[in-house]
């Protein structure tokens, strides 16, 4: 797997994820990247931000839509 840059442009386009509690709980916001896709904590805009490759988010995505996680 290639390796993700680190580095977040300041332009990244982050999203609240759709399943998303509203109710301070668990908050999540995901940005495209170049080289697949980065989570990170709403309450924490400039905490960790964790980094996907695209074969790992889609199947990330698959097994949560499944019910599998």
């Known amino acids: ?3 993700i840059d680190p580095q977040l442009p300041p332009h990244a386009r982050w999203r609240t994820s759709s399943h998303s509690s509203t ?3 668990q908050c999540v916001e995901v940005a495209d990247a170049p080289a697949g896709t ?3 904590d709403s309450r924490d805009p400039q905490g960790a ?3 996907f ?3 790992a988010w ?3 995505v698959e ?3 499944g019910g599998r996680l």
């Open 63 to 65: 097994a949560a839509s």
């Open 58 to 60: 889609a199947a990330f």
């Open 53 to 55: 490759g695209h074969a």
């Open 23 to 25: 109710g301070g709980g």
């Open 38 to 40: 980065w989570l990170r």
């Open 49 to 51: 931000v964790l980094a």
């Open 1 to 3: 797997m290639p390796a």
